[in-house]
């Protein structure tokens, strides 16, 4: 189940990647870049929990820090979808199904709103005054609308195969199959245990209670006809022993 998560986590978070710096970076949108790699690491967050989330955000940040033309210190933005994808992730329902579009709109919202004013945070106390050139509120405004409108086409579909690597058929029908071959394994070897007394005393029974038959199987002086009486008891009362 961890492998799936893993595979599915860095496909996603690759494939994001490559489309936001190749296709929507030279959009040349005014303010803020759609950020589709925030929208997947919020998508697996809401699936996988907080620790899940926090541990994507980390990788998904690292790369974005190194994948070219990053323009920032390698680790910035590291953390911030790695604290992002920590507080997305406490928002995922108990029962794990999402029943409405208002969760996850309202942790994209969040989570569009968080990391740029953690980004110009964490760049404010290393020397970057890019934001205020650019004007933090018109940041803040175009990063919630263009992720908004990104999210829709998305953040279902990252959970949709999130949860469909959760509940692998595969896994599932192996332990399925164990379940079911140790089931009958259990039910055949209880009885045997729990009835040796009674089949023992159930078969005694019936050969003491034969008329005519007790006494001389019992009253015999050692003839053969004895010994073979008692010796074929001995094996049927033995079955259940072994």
Not at 21 to 34: D, E, Y
Not at 219 to 229: I, S
């Amino acid at each position: 189940m961890r492998l799936n998560r893993m595979l599915l986590s860095v496909t996603l978070v690759v494939v994001a990647l490559v489309v936001q710096v190749s296709v929507l970076a030279r959009l040349q949108l005014p303010g803020a870049v759609p950020d589709l790699v925030l929208l997947t690491v919020l998508g697996l967050a809401l699936v996988y929990g907080h620790v899940g989330g926090a541990l994507v955000g980390f990788g998904a940040g690292l790369l974005a820090d190194l994948a070219p033309p990053a323009d920032h210190a390698a680790g910035r933005y590291a953390l911030v979808l790695c604290v992002v994808g920590y507080l997305a992730g406490l928002a995922k329902p108990e029962t794990g199904q999402v029943r409405s579009a208002t969760v996850p709109m309202l942790v994209v919202v969040g989570g569009a709103l968080g990391s740029t004013l953690l980004y110009a945070g964490v760049g404010a106390l290393v020397g970057d005054t890019a934001a205020r050139h650019v004007g933090l509120s018109g940041l803040l405004f175009t990063a919630v609308l263009y992720d908004l409108l990104l999210a829709p086409f998305t953040v279902p579909l990252i959970m949709f195969l999130a949860r469909r690597a959760e509940n692998d058929p595969f896994a599932d029908a192996a332990t399925g199959g164990t379940a079911a071959q140790a089931g009958p394994q259990n039910r055949w070897l209880s009885p045997v245990s729990g009835g040796r007394s009674r089949f023992g005393s159930r078969m005694g029974g019936r050969m003491r209670g034969i008329p005519g038959r007790g006494p001389r199987i019992g009253g015999g002086r050692g003839g053969l006809l004895g010994r073979t009486a008692r010796a074929r008891a001995g094996r049927i009362k033995g079955v259940k022993r072994l």
